[in-house]
């Protein structure tokens, strides 16, 4: 597996110190402390780290704050589309045999993790199951 999130914002922290970056150093900073406040000081997982990111993303927005998105960018999967998630519900869920067709939706929010959002999910099993 590659570098998790939580490696590679520390690794941020020390080649943005080398270019003499000191925005990129002093964010990466914030963000390495959140994550760390999260983790109590271990590393998180990056289905942990991705939902921190998306909050400071959402802050960086209300703030109109570019460099912070796109710093963030960086290290957010990309998501997948409405269609790539049907196409993987269709591919991979057994409505027949599930209790109800909407546990189709936990199903696929555990098996694709931070890059399927489950109120995207919701949707797409929604329309697959109504047709």
């Known amino acids: 597996m590659g570098t998790t999130i939580y490696e590679g914002i520390k690794k941020e922290i020390v080649e943005a110190m080398k270019r003499g970056d000191a925005a ?3 964010f990466a ?32 927005e209300e ?7 796109a710093f963030l960018d960086k ?3 990309q998501e997948m589309s409405e269609a790539e998630i ?22 696929a929010t555990k098996a694709l993790g931070p ?11 929604e329309r697959i199951v109504n047709g």
């Open 29 to 60: 900073r914030v963000v390495k402390a959140e994550l760390d406040r999260k983790g109590d000081g271990r590393p998180l997982p990056d289905a942990d780290a991705v939902k921190i990111l998306k909050a400071l993303r959402v802050t960086a």
């Open 75 to 77: 290290y957010l999967p």
């Open 115 to 125: 890059v399927a959002p489950g109120d995207r999910v919701k949707k797409v099993v």
């Open 24 to 26: 990129s150093r002093d």
């Open 63 to 69: 703030n109109q704050n570019t460099f912070e998105i």
């Open 86 to 107: 049907e196409a993987w519900v269709k591919a991979n869920v057994d409505f027949s045999s599930l209790k109800s067709p909407m546990a189709a939706i936990g199903l």
